[in-house]
């Protein structure tokens, strides 16, 4: 039997934006999910977005929209962000959707019969912003929501129950007898605290609006929302509906949340769980909060970054780097721009990307291809130890989730690779053709210390990782080729440009507190010249045929007239455009796009579109043109 692994994030309340807090969690779970495959894990990363509850209510009325066509509006801007961070979750799930409502029936009804549910009266206080039930103890004079400090309401209310209490008995002899159960340490502590002072029953429905899982046996009361979210980590994984599959993943190995969700999660959904007589989660990772150059996150203070100004001026691998690289993975941190121009510049255009650069430069100045180790010499021995001992730590730290010295690891292997150059002095062999031989261990020894730091990177700086190994002429082929002196050689190398530019922080302009197309619009990274617009030749086309591809629900196959000529592109516009509406109608193409093949038939260029949040319109123009006019 192939070992699974198991790893969810909290799932978003949807009625506020994404922002850096939130991609932090998924990042980290991105990266533990694919580390986790590269180990050869059968893994399953699931995310997904919280919807039911007053305040995404409240926020649909706001916005005088139905709530589940608010919801399947909002759902879709955290679908599209991780796409753009390159996500790799393998499902998302939603409250609104229909299995996990089904699931989340189930186990109240279970939970019913069982006697561990019952009708009762709650008085007391509640957090709109956090969904969350207070009483009078855990308020201080202020009385505001201890958690987000927002105003409380005051709510009296028939509920049903959890009977919690039932279980401090049962958690606290699971919390000893496994003492990982929650981490870092010093959560775990928090929560035996509120265990050894007894837990009190919960409410776990509402009556006072009906945005939520109609409660099975009394259609007056909505499932309480938090009791709702905490079942998605088992009804996405098919509990109810799909037994093999969740007798496959179940247990999660980690649900990674932030600190302030803990006691839901280690205390309330362990209980739920006892009381269904399902297996407890084997880990929760409680990890801080992230502050934005030193201040809470807040849409009022403007800082609630938006993740992809970030990527799209740094770059989501430098991003990721910078969070697991300084934010110490656990405790509160902060993210500070100017940090991550410094280790943009000193980490990864320095320090790595100068190792990759010279190295590379070298070989293709010395060799046809990159060469076979050949004469040993002084510093081979450290080398091939350090970067052993490297390998063997990486495994130790990136198993404990301590990111920040995994990294740091990597980068005291990375930083020896430069010392090797200064070391053995390849440029002075260079000069010598009787020091060939040597010459060709040297720089040997350097790729495949590199190769190795690729392979180590990759669950973090995918891109970057993919690149080193294309330069080197390489393929990953699994872990096993972790390891000294498993670089394939004879292979073509290519140099190409460094892979990250230094940032001139003279006249770089910081993008946090811009909007997206601010920040596009303003840093020479993402600029184009002239000359980087005038690569494109783009024409107007007119459309005389259109059908769709069989088998394709997207794609139509269009034969365009092009001044004259005719050519055949394929577009995913299907679900839009009836062929019909197409025909005679100018649109414009991208004319000197690579060919190729979309569902096996030919695509010779490539139209234009324009696409928000729910809708695509294809570009035309403003009156008759000729068709083949060209585009400037
Ligand atoms: O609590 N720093 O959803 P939510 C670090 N729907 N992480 C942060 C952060 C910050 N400043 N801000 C947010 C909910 N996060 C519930 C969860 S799960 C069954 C239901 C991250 O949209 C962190 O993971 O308020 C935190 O726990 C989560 O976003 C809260 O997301």
């Known amino acids: 039997m192939p070992s699974t692994f198991y790893v969810t994030t909290p799932i978003y309340y949807i009625n506020s934006d994404p922002h850096i807090g939130s991609a932090y969690t998924t990042i980290i779970a991105d990266v533990v999910a694919r580390y986790k495959r590269m180990m050869g894990y059968d893994t399953f990363f699931l995310t997904g977005t919280d919807e039911h509850g007053q305040h995404v209510l409240r926020s649909a009325q706001a916005a005088k929209k139905d709530p589940k066509e608010f919801s399947d509006e909002l759902a879709r801007r955290f679908v599209n962000l991780w796409k753009e961070l390159e996500i790799s979750n393998d499902a998302f799930v939603r409250t609104t959707d229909d299995y996990h409502v089904k699931t989340v029936q189930l186990f109240f009804q279970k939970m019913y019969d069982k006697g561990d549910i019952y009708l009762g009266k709650y008085e007391g206080w509640y957090c709109v912003n956090c969904e969350t039930f207070w009483t009078d103890k855990d308020l201080d004079e202020n009385n505001l929501c201890p958690t987000c400090q927002r105003p409380l309401e005051h709510v009296k209310e028939e509920n049903y129950f959890f009977r919690l209490s039932k279980y401090t008995e049962p958690l606290l002899k699971h919390f000893r007898e496994h003492p990982d159960f929650v981490g870092p340490d010093f959560r775990r502590n928090e929560m035996l605290r509120i265990l050894e002072d007894g837990l009190e029953d919960v409410s776990v429905s509402r009556t006072s609006f009906n945005w939520g899982v109609p409660v099975p046996f009394d259609s007056k009361h909505v499932v309480y929302v938090w009791f709702d979210a905490l079942v998605n980590y088992v009804s996405a994984i098919g509990y109810g509906w799909d037994e093999e599959m969740f007798n496959k993943y179940w247990p999660a190995d980690?649900?990674?949340?932030?600190?302030?969700?803990?006691?839901?999660?280690?205390?309330?959904?362990?209980?739920?769980?006892?009381?269904?007589?399902?297996?407890?989660?084997?880990?929760?990772?409680?990890?801080?909060?992230?502050?934005?150059?030193?201040?809470?996150?807040?849409?009022?203070?403007?800082?609630?970054?938006?993740?992809?100004?970030?990527?799209?001026?740094?770059?989501?691998?430098?991003?990721?780097?910078?969070?697991?690289?300084?934010?110490?993975?656990?405790?509160?941190?902060?993210?500070?721009?100017?940090?991550?121009?410094?280790?943009?510049?000193?980490?990864?255009?320095?320090?790595?990307?100068?190792?990759?650069?010279?190295?590379?430069?070298?070989?293709?100045?010395?060799?046809?291809?990159?060469?076979?180790?050949?004469?040993?010499?002084?510093?081979?021995?450290?080398?091939?130890?350090?970067?052993?001992?490297?390998?063997?730590?990486?495994?130790?730290?990136?198993?404990?989730?301590?990111?920040?010295?995994?990294?740091?690891?990597?980068?005291?292997?990375?930083?020896?690779?430069?010392?090797?150059?200064?070391?053995?002095?390849?440029?002075?062999?260079?000069?010598?053709?009787?020091?060939?031989?040597?010459?060709?261990?040297?720089?040997?020894?350097?790729?495949?210390l590199i190769r190795n730091v690729?392979?180590?990177?990759?669950?973090?700086?995918?891109?970057?990782?993919?690149?080193?190994?294309?330069?080197?002429?390489?393929?990953?082929?699994?872990?096993?080729?972790?390891?000294?002196?498993?670089?394939?050689?004879?292979?073509?190398?290519?140099?190409?440009?460094?892979?990250?530019?230094?940032?001139?922080?003279?006249?770089?302009?910081?993008?946090?507190?811009?909007?997206?197309?601010?920040?596009?619009?303003?840093?020479?990274?993402?600029?184009?010249?002239?000359?980087?617009?005038?690569?494109?030749?783009?024409?107007?086309?007119?459309?005389?045929?259109?059908?769709?591809?069989?088998?394709?629900?997207?794609?139509?196959?269009?034969?365009?007239?092009v001044g004259g000529e005719e050519r055949q592109i394929v577009a995913g516009i299907a679900k839009i455009y009836t062929p019909e509406s197409l025909i005679g109608r100018e649109i414009i193409?991208?004319?000197?796009?690579?060919?190729?093949?979309?569902?096996?038939?030919?695509?010779?260029?490539?139209?234009?579109?324009?696409?928000?949040?729910?809708?695509?319109?294809?570009l035309t123009v403003d009156g008759q043109i000729d068709p083949g006019a060209k585009i400037s």
């Open 254 to 448: 980690v649900h990674f949340i932030g600190k302030e969700i803990n006691r839901f999660h280690s205390l309330v959904w362990p209980a739920m769980l006892m009381s269904m007589e399902l297996p407890l989660p084997k880990k929760i990772f409680a990890h801080g909060w992230l502050t934005v150059n030193g201040e809470k996150i807040s849409k009022s203070r403007g800082n609630a970054v938006d993740p992809r100004v970030l990527i799209k001026a740094y770059g989501i691998d430098a991003v990721k780097y910078y969070l697991l690289r300084d934010i110490q993975f656990g405790n509160d941190g902060d993210f500070s721009e100017d940090n991550l121009i410094v280790r943009i510049n000193a980490d990864l255009a320095n320090d790595l990307g100068n190792l990759i650069h010279r190295t590379l430069s070298m070989i293709s100045q010395n060799f046809d291809s990159l060469p076979a180790p050949s004469e040993v010499g002084a510093y081979d021995d450290e080398i091939e130890k350090l970067t052993i001992e490297t390998i063997k730590e990486y495994f130790r730290f990136m198993d404990e989730f301590k990111f920040t010295e995994a990294l740091t690891n990597v980068w005291k292997l990375v930083k020896f690779g430069n010392k090797y150059i200064d070391l053995t002095e390849p440029w002075l062999l260079a000069r010598d053709i009787s020091k060939k031989a040597r010459l060709a261990t040297v720089l040997y020894n350097l790729s495949d």
């Open 589 to 618: 193409i991208i004319y000197n796009l690579k060919p190729t093949k979309l569902m096996g038939v030919d695509s010779n260029g490539m139209l234009l579109a324009a696409k928000d949040s729910n809708k695509l319109r294809i």
């Open 454 to 561: 690729a392979i180590m990177l990759s669950p973090i700086l995918v891109k970057t990782s993919d690149n080193i190994f294309k330069k080197l002429g390489q393929k990953f082929e699994g872990i096993e080729t972790l390891g000294w002196h498993k670089t394939i050689s004879g292979v073509k190398i290519v140099v190409g440009e460094p892979l990250f530019p230094r940032i001139d922080t003279k006249k770089w302009k910081k993008v946090i507190n811009m909007t997206k197309e601010e920040a596009q619009k303003t840093n020479e990274n993402s600029q184009v010249t002239i000359e980087d617009f005038s690569k494109l030749d783009l024409r107007v086309a007119r459309i005389v045929k259109a059908e769709r591809i069989p088998k394709s629900e997207k794609l139509l196959r269009l034969i365009l007239d």
